[in-house]
């Protein structure tokens, strides 16, 4: 069976920091892109950001440069985003999403998608 698993969220008060993960099972995750994607209450899905499958080319959303990095370790089958300096605006469902290789721009635009049950993160005091 093809899937990725997210996990990792939970509730952080502002300026914690989490690290999301993302396990491929069933695929070698070598072979693709990986993007993180969010959904926060009442808004559309959002790319978060994207990781290139054997150049490790990122792209980060504007909104969380700086602060979140993507990561890879495909011997783990797994992608990563750590997350720091959290703000109560990045509360959201979060979401990983596999793509063949086009662009980590391309790939974070794609909003388009099945998604699989996410990871929920709230930042609050």
């Known amino acids: 069976q093809l899937q990725l698993v997210e996990s990792g969220g939970g509730l952080v008060q502002p300026g914690g920091s989490l690290r999301l993960s993302c396990v491929a099972s069933?695929?070698?995750?070598?072979?693709?892109?990986i993007g993180w994607f969010r959904q926060a209450p009442g808004k559309e899905h959002e790319g978060v950001s994207c990781?290139?499958?054997?150049?490790?080319?990122?792209y980060y959303a504007e909104s969380v440069k700086g602060r979140f990095t993507i990561s890879r370790d495909n011997a783990k089958n797994t992608v990563y985003l750590q997350m720091n300096s959290l703000k109560p605006e990045d509360k959201a469902v979060y979401y990983c999403a596999r793509d063949l290789p086009i662009t980590v721009q391309h790939m974070c635009a794609m909003t388009s998608r099945s998604w699989g049950q996410g990871t929920q993160v709230t930042v609050s005091s």
């Open positions: 069933g695929f070698p995750l070598d072979h693709f892109y």
């Open positions: 990781i290139s499958s054997s150049d490790n080319r990122t």
